[in-house]
């Protein structure tokens, strides 16, 4: 449909030549409404001024590290401790041969069985070392060191962030500082100022994605704050929406050659404290053939073997989504299309798990520093009959549902299991971006067992229309950053196989405009500009946000819709969307009656499940793809329990 005023230079097409599928003809729609422009000018003698820039490829969003140089200059006499932290770093490594047989959880219990913190990013899809890794999976990075790792959180909707370092050399120290953001403008310049100083040369680089760096969260209400959309206020919580450890020790796994790379990012001048020659001899140590011997014969964590351990106790309370209300919200989410105020809406729910206490909180053992001391503290926090801890609950995860981009938090408050098939961002130290939306998803069967099978099912115009909707949104978000012109798709519709599902994503690339010159652009820059990730919002992205959060209650959605990864001082990072996950946090806590019949306190664990409504979905069809997406994370949990 196209209109024309009689008179004035006003013309109206209802089209989207911005849309990735129609990109030839959206340029032609261009170029005749210019010509049409150029011819009325002529004309009516109406006359153009040309001040000889091109604005055609240009961002438009401004740097970080630009706006930081525009801001008042910081003459280093009130530099606080923090901001000299690990300054000026110099990477040392070792590397030495992934024992055979062994998982990510072997290599991790073996250097640090005790360790209170920790920060996987598990490829646990990744193929024996034998064989060819999956490209999307072939690394595993493990955080060491969280103890003296210092950590930036912040609160959205505060004007500061809080820095923590807990330990020193080995010595205790528990501080927290609360660092005015107003000095830097907002979160995000905070970090780019601290990234930026620890910038590794591409001398100093390494041939792993990751030497050292930010590694953690950042919730969907953080994304929600970046582009406009107000968190409700007072929130009943203070937990923290960025939260981002600046690791210097680290374990990266090559699943493809089957090496374990070791690697300790120190500040110059700094004394070897031989932890790197350690970890080896613990590594090293199991090549020996009775350890060999035990990885290959063990198929399973043994408490998945006791039949009492797959079922739920009876002091076990689990909520799922009723299904008339879900399908209700999608009847809501349609009105909405309809009217005109979105073209898709991705629509969430959560289940609530509530069980007796697995993990003892974090600040209860933050007291002590010595691995003797840590298992008194671990052992007083749970009874004989506790159910399997947050780490066992991963163990299983990831043996059920493997998956690529698969991670497990414990920080801080927050405790994170996830077996996250999508990457959200990924960038390297070229400055070249690229985003992995994954929206059509269909169920493995009897019926549907093949990709060819999974194909004829999802190419087709409503399960397609999802994946180019968020797939045109990201387009946006990365023109913002890299410029008009620096965008391509070079992988289109494409289906994938996954443990349990077959999933349809799309790769969108952008090139950083002024990448690694002075006051350029980073691929921080495209993070901060992308969250939360479109995959879990809709289009238009605001509004899309907007409404949602009337129909799905004002509940937040907290780490489920947020991303984990990390920012490597080498200017690299990986990000990935935190979906098909459980989580919980350290002060959600109810009374609920125990296997004796008295009254005892529960943790209460989260899982995010939904999917993308269009006009043409159905609300049977929406509700059965959120209680698949659920099935994985759900199955597992009542499995270990």
Request: with cysteine; glycine share 8%.
């Amino acid at each position: 449909m196209g209109v024309r005023h009689r008179e004035k230079p006003f013309w109206g097409v209802q089209y989207h030549p911005e849309s990735v599928c129609t990109e030839a003809e959206g340029n032609r729609v261009i170029v005749n409404w210019f010509e049409e422009a150029r011819r009325w000018n002529e004309r009516t003698g109406r006359e153009v001024l040309v001040d000889g820039r091109s604005l055609a490829r240009a961002a438009t969003k401004r740097s970080l590290l630009g706006q930081l140089a525009e801001m008042s200059k910081d003459d280093g006499e009130d530099r606080q401790w923090w901001e000299e932290f690990d300054a000026d770093p110099i990477l040392h490594s070792v590397t030495v041969p992934l024992p055979w047989g062994a998982q990510v959880p072997d290599i991790i219990e073996a250097v640090d069985p005790d360790g209170p913190e920790r920060i996987v990013l598990d490829s646990a899809n990744a193929a024996p070392a034998t064989s060819r890794a999956d490209v999307r999976g072939r690394y595993s990075i493990i955080a060491a060191g969280l103890d003296e790792a210092l950590r930036i959180e912040h609160h959205t909707g505060d004007g500061y962030a809080t820095v923590r370092l807990k330990s020193l050399k080995g010595l205790l120290v528990n501080i927290s500082q609360q660092v005015t953001l107003s000095r830097y403008g907002d979160i995000w310049k905070l970090i780019a100022k601290f990234h930026e100083a620890r910038h590794l040369s591409a001398d100093d680089s390494s041939t792993t994605p990751f030497v050292g760096g930010f590694m953690g969260y950042i919730t969907y209400e953080q994304g929600l704050a970046d582009i406009g959309v107000s968190v409700d206020q007072p929130r009943p919580h203070h937990r923290p929406d960025v939260c981002l450890s600046w690791v210097t020790k680290s374990i990266v796994i090559d699943h493809l050659l089957g090496l374990i790379h070791l690697q300790h990012l120190r500040s110059s001048g700094t004394e070897d404290d031989t932890w790197l020659d350690k970890t080896a001899r613990k590594l090293l140590s199991l090549q020996n053939s009775q350890r060999r011997q035990s990885f290959n014969s063990r198929k399973e964590a043994p408490h998945l073997t006791s039949p009492k351990a797959r079922r739920p106790s009876r002091s076990t309370s689990i909520q799922t989504p009723l299904t008339k209300e879900y399908e209700d919200k999608v009847r809501i989410c349609q009105e909405y299309i309809a009217a005109g105020e979105s073209y898709e809406l991705c629509l969430t729910d959560q289940t609530t798990i509530a069980r007796p206490l697995s993990d003892r909180p974090l600040t209860e053992l933050s007291d002590g520093n010595t691995s003797n001391q840590r298992k008194q503290r671990r052992s007083s926090s749970v009874t004989a009959t506790a159910p399997p801890s947050s780490w066992s609950l991963y163990k299983l995860l990831r043996t059920r549902q493997p998956a690529p981009f698969a991670s497990y938090l414990r920080l801080g408050e927050a405790t994170l299991v996830s077996a996250s098939p999508e990457r959200f961002l990924t960038y390297d130290r070229s400055g070249l971006c690229s985003m992995r939306p994954m929206k059509g998803t269909v169920r493995k069967s009897e019926a549907v067992s093949t990709i060819e099978q999974a194909e004829k099912i999802l190419h087709v115009p409503k399960e397609e229309a999802e994946n180019l909707m968020i797939v045109d949104l990201v387009r946006h978000d990365l023109h913002a950053i890299c410029g008009a012109g620096n965008v391509t798709v070079p992988d289109l519709l494409r289906v994938e196989e996954y443990q349990s599902v077959f999933q349809m994503i799309t790769v969108v690339e952008g090139q950083l405009p002024n990448h690694g010159q002075e006051r350029g652009y980073t691929g921080l820059d495209v993070l901060a500009a992308s969250l939360p990730p479109g995959s879990m919002t809709g289009a238009p992205k605001k509004r899309s946000c907007e409404i949602l959060k009337e129909i799905e209650g004002h509940k937040e959605r907290s780490l489920y819709s947020g991303v984990v990864g990390y920012m490597c001082a080498t200017g690299r990072g990986d990000w990935s969307v935190t979906i098909r996950s459980l989580f919980r946090w350290d002060d959600e806590q109810v009374a609920m009656e125990g296997e004796e019949g008295e009254e005892e306190k529960h943790e209460v664990w989260r899982i995010g499940a939904g999917g993308a409504v269009t006009i043409l979905s159905t609300p049977e069809g929406e509700r059965e793809e959120m209680f698949t997406k659920l099935a994985g994370p759900l199955r597992s949990f009542g499995e270990a329990c």
